[in-house]
T-cell receptor, first 115, second 115 residues
Framework: DTAVSQTPKYLVTQMGNDKSIKCEQNLGHDTMYWYKQDSKKFLKIMFSYNNKELIINETVPNRFSPKSPDKAHLNLHINSLELGDSAVYFC??????????????FGPGTRLTVT | AQKITQTQPGMFVQEKEAVTLDCTYD???????LFWYKQPSSGEMIFLIYQGSYDQQNATEGRYSLNFQKARKSANLVISASQLGDSAMYFCAMRENTGFQKLVFGTGTRLLVSP
């Protein structure tokens, strides 16, 4: 029944490692997003994809690479993890790219801790 | 420039009372949407209510209503008859309709409901 799911929920890793976070939505939405919530709870968009096509890339370091194998999935791969990457990462989806009334549905978040 | 401003880092309210959470925004786009999300301590982001810039009436959704004052660029959330379960972080967000569904969030207000 879960609309937007993310795995894993928690991720603890060391600096320099490479890790991935997976996101899947079963809502049939066209558009998916990655947001980052920092330690002060500030939420900022990182990427958006529409039907597997990158639409928004908010000047995120190249170490972050999103991949969308199909419109129901948007994964986030992070290379050479740094302490500052510690945050909660939220995946979200919305029905369309430009629909005015479109609400964004958020996943449960992945808490990444880099030690 | 900050597009969404939430000036109340924390608010306290007693159970069964009403509370208003402030949000002001800044945009030159004539078409935009305003959203409120709730983030309980469990971490998920829960959509509460939406107001479109062309909507003539204030949005309402159960105990939530949005006091939309377009000329003042404010979109305050009113929670009536507060419940203990309303204790959470509340985020105001804006989507400019030329911005491909990118949500810009405020810094949030932490609401604590006391018995």
């Amino acid at each position: 029944d879960t609309a937007v799911s993310q795995t894993p929920k928690y991720l603890v890793t060391q600096m320099g490692n490479d890790k991935s976070i997976k996101c899947e939505q079963n809502l049939g939405h066209d558009t998916m997003y990655w947001y980052k919530q920092d330690s002060k709870k500030f939420l900022k968009i990182m990427f958006s994809y529409n039907n597997k096509e990158l639409i928004i890339n908010e000047t995120v370091p190249n170490r972050f690479s999103p991949k969308s194998p199909d419109k129901a999935h948007l994964n986030l791969h992070i290379n050479s993890l740094e302490l500052g990457d510690s945050a909660v990462y939220f995946c979200a989806s919305s029905p369309t790219l430009t629909g005015e009334l479109d609400e964004q549905y958020f996943g449960p978040g992945t808490r990444l801790t880099v030690t | 420039a900050q597009k969404i401003t939430q000036t109340q880092p924390g608010m306290f309210v007693q159970e069964k009372e009403a509370v208003t959470l402030d949000c002001t925004y800044d945009t030159s786009d004539p078409s935009y949407g305003l959203f409120w999300y709730k983030q309980p301590s469990s971490g998920e982001m829960i959509f509460l209510i939406y107001q479109g810039s062309y909507d003539q009436q204030n949005a309402t959704e159960g105990r939530y209503s949005l006091n939309f004052q377009k000329a003042r660029k404010s979109a305050n959330l009113v929670i009536s008859a507060s419940q203990l379960g309303d204790s959470a972080m509340y985020f105001c967000a804006m989507r400019e309709n030329t911005g491909f569904q990118k949500l810009v969030f405020g810094t949030g207000t932490r609401l604590l409901v006391s018995p």
